[in-house]
T-cell receptor
Framework: GAGVSQSPRYKVAKRGQDVALRCDPI?????LFWYQQALGQGPEFLTY????????KSGLPSDRFFAERPEGSVSTLKIQRTQQEDSAVYLC??????????????FGPGTRLLVL | KQEVTQIPAALSVPEGENLVLNCSFT??????LQWFRQDPGKGLTSLLL???SQREQTSGRLNASLDKSSGRSTLYIAASQPGDSATYLC???????????WGAGTKLIIKP
């Protein structure tokens, strides 16, 4: 595809509801990253995949957060039993290999999640 | 732990002015530093990337400098235009790592 796409663009959830956020990386990109961006803050790293392998999930804030990339392309970030503090923009990025330090990451438009 | 700070948090200037955005970081052991632009609803776009061995990078009206030893970077925008209005974020990549560490951004408004 032309770029990284994310869906839905906006999601309103009631507290306690489960949500699933989708990321379609650039075709052929090996590495995929998820970030969380709170209002007025910079993004914070959540997790990193290389193909289907989740190599780093150190940034996931709690065990309610789960990410997968089963076929090494599309990724889903799932948040269980959403809380108000989960309200943020969730950004996805991909890079060609991810094994070269400093390789450019291409970002999607983000999913804005609001938990009421 | 690396911390990235951007000052000011917001800036409003008339069209045509030259301006400087600041970014500072606490740990000088960085691999590179990037400046990004974030437009509402449109994600992040990389503007300039400076490797740790470099002092500056230029692209059009944008010039970014890096002083690694003092933990500072500046983004200079010449002859600002209303279309430059956006939030500008800097991010550092630590040695041998893929995690970007971000500042909170500077929200820039260019008044026509």
């Amino acid at each position: 595809g032309a770029g990284v796409s994310q869906s839905p663009r906006y999601k309103v959830a009631k507290r306690g509801q489960d949500v699933a956020l989708r990321c379609d990386p650039i075709s052929g990109h090996v590495s995929l990253f998820w970030y969380q961006q709170a209002l007025g803050q910079g993004p914070e790293f959540l997790t990193y995949f290389q193909n289907e392998a989740q190599l780093d999930k150190s940034g996931l804030p709690s065990d309610r957060f789960f990410a997968e990339r089963p076929e090494g392309s599309v990724s889903t970030l799932k948040i269980q039993r959403t809380q108000q503090e989960d309200s943020a923009v969730y950004l996805c990025a991909s890079s060609f290999t991810g094994t070269t330090a400093g390789e450019t990451q291409y970002f999607g438009p983000g999913t804005r999640l609001l938990v009421l | 732990k690396q911390e990235v700070t951007q000052i000011p948090a917001a800036l409003s200037v008339p069209e045509g002015e030259n301006l400087v955005l600041n970014c500072s970081f606490t740990d000088s052991a960085i691999y590179n530093l990037q400046w990004f632009r974030q437009d509402p609803g449109k994600g992040l776009t990389s503007l300039l990337l400076i490797q740790s061995s470099q002092r500056e990078q230029t692209s059009g009206r944008l010039n970014a400098s890096l002083d690694k030893s003092s933990g500072r970077s500046t983004l200079y925008i010449a002859a600002s235009q209303p279309g430059d209005s956006a939030t500008y974020l800097c991010a550092v990549l630590m040695d041998s790592n893929y995690q970007l560490i971000w500042g909170a951004g500077t929200k820039l408004i260019i008044k026509p």
